[in-house]
């Protein structure tokens, strides 16, 4: 035997399947190797072994000519867990002999399947290769991560060339499919951030999406946010390592039996660790996905507008892409929610609230360099948080669907941690209960966005949805989450900056969040002990109304098995026995608007008699001022009793921008003695008003359009139509139809006609205006303005100053809820 037969043999033997096959299992049990060091470890010995099969009976040279073996795909990137495939492509240039080239394929695939790998493989040249790339997205992906093995070099090198240059020069073909093709896994496979048994490689936020990502990056169209992706990328890889070690098998699901194992391997404390560790990557993978195909999205766009507007602008360059204001310090660009140009977030403790609430209900993302700059540079709240600090997480919380991706971004940056430290025991905290659908914190948000569609039938949407958000807040502490809870909800309400009453109405609803469907399920209804027992817990109908819309809104946000019509109707059964009880022990309601005039308000009212036209001030309302009121302007109006008042003031408030926050209206009789007049009353109007953005109007300029709104000189309608079409109509959030009813045994002395209705430009002059059409008076309004929903009462009487007969009544909250509708 020559020496030349003596050296080929020995390689023979080394490259063999057991030699090979007893160095891997000796790498996997390597306890001090594991991580990416061994993963490379694995992807290097692979190599050797690969490249001794492909020498061998390579001729004198051992290398055949015209060809090279390449690893593609997670192999190509070095990323072999321990039952990983390999994905392998041999590559010819097409000049040998074809049976040659079989050959070759035989003595590198038989190999591997006798060892019981499983192996992806292809035999192509190149001009085959970037074919089958340009047909199937999945092979082109593959290639994107080519990696030479053995071989001629210049062969792989020359592929991983074109493929990239096919790949930037299809991006915009090619990106969009990309897209789809993650939204259908998504779609099929669930978030991994969520699931209790989820697929680390295909489900939403998994490794897939990692793949996906860098993908995008090759194009050179746009790049993913790269903190904190790498470090998700290698604890996915990691548990999945663990996971082909404990149970042998190249799964990727994570199933329940084999979490406490996997955690061992980790040397994690427990299974429910593991998932929370698991939980936070795929939030990490998840958000880098949503902004960078954001980014791909409108970098896409611009790129098919530009030629167009080349065109029409003669061949000039394109223009600023517009900025349309959405809040104060807020404004919409290119599809997303902005910081102003003038924004100050260090000196604006209050503007991530507020960006996150204008970006919410006009159902637009936060832009990544917002949420980035607010994390870094916006101030902290004092406690307790102002006013408008709370009004805009009511807002947020409100804005219903479109709060999810919002609030996501928020915690990305660890702005809602900042916010509400007890966050952080719930975040990212398993629920091992084949009922619940989602993790503890998401749940929490889910059922706020469900309680947003409830929001019409209670009296407070506002502690509505602060309860939602917090109902569940007790699961991060040991024993009963309900008591646990109970006590972290009135901390946080009174942090927030509730009154004491309110805090107390949260924390029972968070302490008695399972009290009706508990009862309704598993209780005698017909036992009066039953229901005094629910009516001792609750206390007034206000809470009662408050607990059913929970109870309702957390069942449908846990899932599918946790709400039916048959536990629906047991539980409104409930409801209306313990209504029954607790109005029953109600005390009489007082007469509306029985507190004496202020001493402004009788100058006003004189001086509005005397000159025989509208007379009003403005003066600015400070923190601390007052108890549980909104900041602001308060404005008080005084007008001679004549038709449109309400109608006109709020047109003219809605034309300078300015938000109702709250409003009263009262007729204030005149003494006779005060001289002839027109009038024999005054209508007062005390508002609190805040500036939608910018500088509070001058006082004199709001007079000079009440003066021509109630002469009929301004037409209000137009021009708020004429400002609605100026600006480019927003997908915004979808909310809750309006609801109009009348209030039984409301008052003695009028009909109360309760409205309740998503919060926008005009609804007030649009409710006045359909009470005026259906000639009746309106003796007294109480306005109020919690987050993004309007809760008002309208004191109306015929025009002989009576309450209004039944049928009258309903008619007239009809063609209030028809306008408001239309």
Same mark, same amino acid.
């Given at each position: 035997?020559?020496?030349?037969?003596?050296?080929?043999?020995?390689?023979?033997?080394?490259?063999?399947?057991?030699?090979?096959?007893?160095?891997?299992?000796?790498?996997?049990?390597?306890?001090?190797?594991?991580?990416?060091?061994?993963?490379?470890?694995?992807?290097?010995?692979?190599?050797?072994?690969?490249?001794?099969?492909?020498?061998?009976?390579?001729?004198?040279?051992?290398?055949?000519?015209?060809?090279?073996?390449?690893?593609?795909?997670?192999?190509?990137?070095?990323?072999?867990?321990?039952?990983?495939?390999?994905?392998?492509?041999?590559?010819?240039?097409?000049?040998?002999?074809?049976?040659?080239?079989?050959?070759?394929?035989?003595?590198?695939?038989?190999?591997?399947?006798?060892?019981?790998?499983?192996?992806?493989?292809?035999?192509?040249?190149?001009?085959?290769?970037?074919?089958?790339?340009?047909?199937?997205?999945?092979?082109?992906?593959?290639?994107?991560?080519?990696?030479?093995?053995?071989?001629?070099?210049?062969?792989?090198?020359?592929?991983?060339?074109?493929?990239?240059?096919?790949?930037?020069?299809?991006?915009?073909?090619?990106?969009?499919?990309?897209?789809?093709?993650?939204?259908?896994?998504?779609?099929?496979?669930?978030?991994?951030?969520?699931?209790?048994?989820?697929?680390?490689?295909?489900?939403?936020?998994?490794?897939?999406?990692?793949?996906?990502?860098?993908?995008?990056?090759?194009?050179?169209?746009?790049?993913?946010?790269?903190?904190?992706?790498?470090?998700?990328?290698?604890?996915?890889?990691?548990?999945?390592?663990?996971?082909?070690?404990?149970?042998?098998?190249?799964?990727?699901?994570?199933?329940?039996?084999?979490?406490?194992?996997?955690?061992?391997?980790?040397?994690?404390?427990?299974?429910?660790?593991?998932?929370?560790?698991?939980?936070?990557?795929?939030?990490?993978?998840?958000?880098?996905?949503?902004?960078?195909?954001?980014?791909?999205?409108?970098?896409?766009?611009?790129?098919? $507008? +530009?030629?167009? &507007?080349?065109?029409? @602008? /003669?061949? *000039? %360059?394109?223009? =600023?892409?517009?900025?349309?204001? #959405?809040?104060?310090?807020?404004?919409?660009?290119?599809?997303?929610?902005?910081?102003?140009?003038?924004?100050?977030?260090?000196?604006?403790?209050?503007?991530?609230?507020?960006?996150?609430?204008?970006?919410?209900?006009?159902?637009?993302?936060?832009?990544?360099?917002?949420?980035?700059?607010?994390?870094?540079?916006?101030?902290?709240?004092?406690?307790?948080?102002?006013?408008? $600090? +709370?009004?805009? &997480?009511?807002?947020? @919380? /409100?804005? *219903? %669907?479109?709060? =999810?991706?919002?609030?996501?971004? #928020?915690?990305?940056?660890?702005?809602?941690?900042?916010?509400?430290?007890?966050?952080?025991?719930?975040?990212?905290?398993?629920?091992?209960?084949?009922?619940?659908?989602?993790?503890?914190?998401?749940?929490?948000?889910?059922?706020?966005?469900?309680?947003?569609?409830?929001?019409?039938?209670?009296?407070?949407?506002?502690?509505?949805?602060?309860?939602?958000?917090?109902?569940?807040?007790?699961?991060?502490?040991?024993?009963?989450?309900?008591?646990?809870?109970?006590?972290?909800?009135?901390?946080?309400?009174?942090?927030?900056?509730?009154?004491?009453?309110?805090?107390?109405?949260?924390?029972?609803?968070?302490?008695?969040?399972?009290?009706?469907?508990?009862?309704?399920?598993?209780?005698?209804?017909?036992?009066?002990?039953?229901?005094?027992?629910?009516?001792?817990?609750?206390?007034?109908?206000?809470?009662?109304?408050?607990?059913?819309?929970?109870?309702?809104?957390?069942?449908?946000?846990?899932?599918?098995?946790?709400?039916?019509?048959?536990?629906?109707?047991?539980?409104?059964?409930?409801?209306?026995?313990?209504?029954?009880?607790?109005?029953?022990?109600?005390?009489?309601?007082?007469?509306?608007?029985?507190?004496?005039?202020?001493?402004?308000?009788?100058?006003?009212?004189?001086?509005?008699?005397?000159?025989?036209?509208?007379?009003?001030?403005?003066?600015?309302?400070?923190?601390?001022?007052?108890?549980?009121?909104?900041?602001?302007?308060?404005?008080?109006?005084?007008?001679?009793?004549?038709?449109?008042?309400?109608?006109?003031?709020?047109?003219?408030?809605?034309?300078?921008?300015?938000?109702?926050?709250?409003?009263?209206?009262?007729?204030?009789?005149?003494?006779?003695?005060?001289?002839?007049?027109?009038?024999?009353?005054?209508?007062?109007?005390?508002?609190?008003?805040?500036?939608?953005?910018?500088?509070?109007?001058?006082?004199?300029?709001?007079?000079?359009?009440?003066?021509?709104?109630?002469?009929?000189?301004?037409?209000?309608?137009?021009?708020?139509?004429?400002?609605?079409?100026?600006?480019?109509?927003?997908?915004?959030?979808?909310?809750?139809?309006?609801?109009?009813?009348?209030?039984?045994?409301?008052?003695?002395?009028?009909?109360?006609?309760?409205?309740?209705?998503?919060?926008?430009?005009?609804?007030?002059?649009?409710?006045?205006?359909?009470?005026?059409?259906?000639?009746?008076?309106?003796?007294?309004?109480?306005?109020?303005?919690?987050?993004?929903?309007?809760?008002?009462?309208?004191?109306?009487?015929?025009?002989?100053?009576?309450?209004?007969?039944?049928?009258?009544?309903?008619?007239?909250?009809?063609?209030?809820?028809?306008?408001?509708?239309?």
């Amino acid at each position: 035997m020559t020496s030349v037969d003596v050296d080929t043999a020995s390689e023979q033997e080394d490259s063999g399947p057991s030699g090979y096959a007893a160095a891997r299992l000796r790498l996997l049990q390597e306890e001090s190797r594991s991580g990416p060091p061994r993963r490379s470890a694995l992807a290097e010995l692979t190599d050797d072994w690969l490249a001794g099969l492909f020498r061998a009976g390579g001729g004198s040279s051992g290398v055949p000519r015209g060809a090279a073996l390449v690893a593609v795909g997670g192999y190509g990137r070095g990323e072999l867990s321990p039952r990983s495939d390999l994905d392998l492509l041999l590559l010819h240039d097409g000049s040998g002999d074809p049976a040659e080239v079989a050959a070759l394929a035989d003595r590198l695939w038989y190999p591997v399947w006798d060892l019981g790998l499983a192996l992806d493989h292809s035999v192509r040249t190149p001009a085959e290769a970037r074919k089958t790339a340009g047909e199937d997205l999945k092979v082109h992906l593959g290639l994107l991560d080519a990696r030479h093995v053995a071989g001629d070099l210049g062969l792989t090198s020359a592929l991983r060339t074109a493929v990239l240059a096919d790949w930037r020069n299809q991006a915009p073909k090619r990106l969009p499919e990309l897209r789809e093709l993650c939204e259908e896994r998504a779609e099929r496979q669930g978030e991994l951030g969520h699931l209790l048994e989820p697929d680390l490689k295909e489900a939403r936020g998994g490794l897939r999406d990692v793949t996906a990502l860098r993908a995008v990056a090759a194009s050179w169209l746009a790049d993913a946010p790269r903190e904190g992706l790498a470090d998700a990328r290698r604890r996915l890889l990691d548990v999945r390592d663990a996971l082909h070690l404990a149970t042998g098998r190249a799964t990727d699901r994570l199933a329940l039996q084999e979490q406490d194992q996997v955690a061992a391997e980790l040397g994690l404390l427990d299974a429910d660790t593991l998932l929370r560790q698991v939980y936070e990557a795929a939030r990490v993978v998840s958000y880098a996905s949503d902004v960078t195909w954001r980014e791909v999205g409108r970098v896409l766009r611009a790129r098919g $507008a +530009r030629p167009r &507007l080349r065109a029409m @602008l /003669g061949g *000039g %360059r394109g223009a =600023v892409a517009e900025r349309s204001p #959405l809040a104060e310090g807020v404004v919409e660009q290119d599809g997303e929610a902005v910081l102003a140009r003038a924004a100050r977030p260090e000196r604006d403790p209050v503007l991530p609230l507020r960006a996150a609430a204008a970006a919410a209900q006009a159902g637009l993302p936060l832009s990544l360099h917002a949420v980035r700059r607010l994390a870094a540079t916006a101030g902290a709240l004092p406690t307790p948080w102002p006013a408008e $600090a +709370r009004e805009q &997480l009511v807002t947020l @919380l /409100g804005a *219903g %669907r479109p709060t =999810v991706p919002v609030w996501e971004a #928020l915690e990305a940056e660890g702005i809602i941690t900042r916010l509400l430290p007890d966050w952080e025991r719930v975040r990212c905290r398993p629920q091992r209960n084949a009922v619940h659908t989602w993790t503890v914190d998401r749940h929490l948000v889910e059922t706020a966005v469900r309680a947003s569609e409830l929001t019409r039938r209670v009296g407070r949407p506002d502690l509505l949805l602060v309860a939602a958000l917090l109902h569940d807040i007790g699961k991060g502490w040991p024993g009963d989450h309900s008591a646990a809870g109970e006590t972290i909800a009135r901390d946080v309400a009174a942090r927030i900056g509730f009154d004491a009453a309110d805090v107390a109405v949260v924390a029972c609803l968070v302490r008695h969040h399972l009290l009706l469907v508990e009862t309704a399920t598993r209780r005698d209804l017909d036992d009066p002990a039953t229901v005094r027992g629910v009516a001792e817990a609750v206390r007034s109908v206000g809470t009662l109304e408050l607990l059913h819309a929970l109870t309702e809104a957390d069942a449908l946000a846990t899932g599918p098995a946790a709400w039916s019509a048959w536990r629906g109707a047991l539980v409104t059964d409930l409801v209306k026995r313990v209504a029954a009880v607790l109005s029953g022990d109600a005390p009489e309601e007082t007469a509306e608007n029985d507190a004496a005039p202020t001493a402004e308000q009788e100058r006003l009212a004189v001086e509005a008699f005397r000159t025989g036209g509208p007379v009003l001030s403005l003066r600015a309302r400070t923190e601390g001022e007052g108890e549980a009121e909104p900041l602001g302007v308060e404005l008080v109006v005084a007008v001679p009793d004549q038709p449109g008042v309400l109608s006109a003031v709020a047109g003219v408030l809605a034309l300078h921008r300015l938000a109702v926050r709250t409003a009263e209206l009262r007729e204030m009789p005149l003494p006779a003695d005060m001289g002839p007049g027109t009038a024999s009353s005054v209508q007062l109007l005390s508002w609190r008003v805040a500036a939608e953005y910018g500088s509070l109007p001058q006082a004199a300029r709001l007079r000079a359009d009440l003066v021509r709104a109630l002469d009929g000189s301004l037409d209000i309608e137009a021009r708020l139509a004429e400002r609605e079409a100026a600006y480019p109509r927003r997908r915004g959030t979808v909310a809750p139809p309006p609801r109009v009813t009348v209030a039984p045994a409301g008052s003695r002395l009028a009909t109360v006609i309760e409205v309740r209705a998503q919060d926008a430009p005009g609804l007030l002059h649009r409710i006045g205006r359909a009470l005026e059409e259906a000639g009746v008076a309106v003796r007294s309004a109480h306005v109020s303005t919690l987050g993004a929903n309007a809760v008002d009462a309208f004191y109306v009487t015929d025009v002989a100053g009576s309450p209004l007969a039944g049928e009258r009544a309903a008619g007239v909250a009809r063609g209030v809820e028809g306008a408001l509708r239309s």
